[in-house]
């Protein structure tokens, strides 16, 4: 069985232009969670969909979007890009109605702002 | 708001050694409790998940165990090898539900060397 998958592996984009980032959940899987992981600062929740829906943000400003389409792939979109945007973007993916919700992780984008 | 706290921060040992990590968090009122482990620029592989009528999760050498009342997880790596050289975080979702964004606690280093 196929995990999540993350493209692109690397991104690298100069302040003021925008960034796409895309993941491919689990087959089967509805809930696709994206989180950041900052040099030093940890992983921070960013966004949750399931079911095509936003279902929670983190406290990140609005030039930080998303959206999860019919076949539960996700994409995350970064506007206006700043130096402190540089960071590894995670994607998880999970089943939430299973009562479980054990999350899988994919590879990462690291996104490399100059 | 849940708060999630891992102790040690790094830790050195020889190959062979039997260890511990803990994992405490604020607020009992967990349905579960993940362990992963995260290579450098790497993404999360899932170790176990603990459920919260569990007091204990296998895994080959990995065990975990949880004890809410008191707010903490310790995952025991049985045989240190140094392959299992990488960063061991631990993760709870919100209170009171088992699915949605997770909160992690900032990991411990591990380097175990021959």
């Known amino acids: 069985e196929a995990g999540v998958t993350q493209s692109p592996t690397h991104l690298i984009k100069t302040r003021g232009q925008q960034a796409t980032l895309r993941c491919s959940p689990i087959s089967g899987h509805t809930s696709v969670y994206w989180y950041q992981q900052a040099l030093g600062l940890g992983l921070q929740f960013l966004l949750w969909?399931?079911?095509?829906?936003?279902?929670n943000r983190g406290n990140f400003p609005p030039r930080f979007s998303g959206r999860q389409f019919p076949n539960y792939s996700s994409e995350l979109n970064v506007n206006a890009l700043e130096l402190e945007d540089s960071a590894l973007y995670l994607c998880?993916?999970?089943?939430?109605?299973?009562?479980?919700?054990?999350?899988?992780f994919g590879p990462g984008t690291r996104l490399t702002v100059l | 708001k849940q708060e999630v706290t891992q102790i040690p921060a790094a830790l050195s040992v020889p190959e062979g050694e039997n260890l511990v990590l803990n994992c405490s968090f604020t607020d009992s009122a967990i349905y579960n409790l993940q362990w992963f482990r995260q290579d450098p620029g790497k993404g999360l592989t899932s170790l176990l998940l603990i459920q919260s009528s569990q007091r204990e999760q296998t895994s080959g050498r990995l065990n975990a165990s949880l004890d809410k009342s008191s707010g903490r997880s310790t995952l025991y790596i049985a045989a240190s090898q140094p392959g299992d050289s990488a960063t061991y975080l631990c993760a709870v979702p919100p209170i009171g539900t088992s699915y949605g964004k997770l909160t992690f606690g900032q990991g411990t280093i591990l380097t175990v060397h021959p």
């Open positions: 998880a993916s999970s089943l939430a109605s299973s009562g479980r919700d054990e999350q899988f």
């Open positions: 969909y399931d079911e095509g829906e936003e279902r």
